[in-house]
Nanobody
């Protein structure tokens, strides 16, 4: 089994920054993708940013140029640096990992952007 524990969410004013972290443990071998999704109130879950095999990154168009995903393999941790946050970034952010065992999800961390 894979365990994913997110941290770093909170309340921030528009234009501010947050850094999310996701610590992975358990059967994380043969990981083919790791990253972040989010679900805003009343909306479907959407991909925010992912790192796939080979180190390539994918971003949602709405966050390109503002969010940066990175990974520390030694710590089995993936990060999401979020800058220039907007009210529409308010959502529950989930860590995601896909490997030979299939997809795994964290419990989520709430990000609220409001003045």
């Amino acid at each position: 089994q894979v365990q994913l524990v997110e941290s770093g969410g909170g309340l921030v004013q528009p234009g501010g920054s947050l850094r999310l972290s996701c610590a992975a443990s358990g059967s994380i071998f043969s990981t083919t993708a790791i990253g972040w999704y989010r679900r805003a109130p009343g909306k479907q879950r959407e991909m925010v940013a992912t790192i796939i095999t080979g180190g390539n990154t994918n971003y949602a168009d709405s966050v390109k140029g503002r969010f940066t995903i990175s990974r520390d393999n030694a710590k089995n941790t993936v990060y999401l640096q979020m800058n220039s946050l907007r009210p529409e970034d308010t959502a529950l952010y989930y860590c995601y990992l896909r490997n030979i065992g299939g997809p795994s999800w964290g419990q989520g961390t709430q990000v609220t952007v409001s003045s």
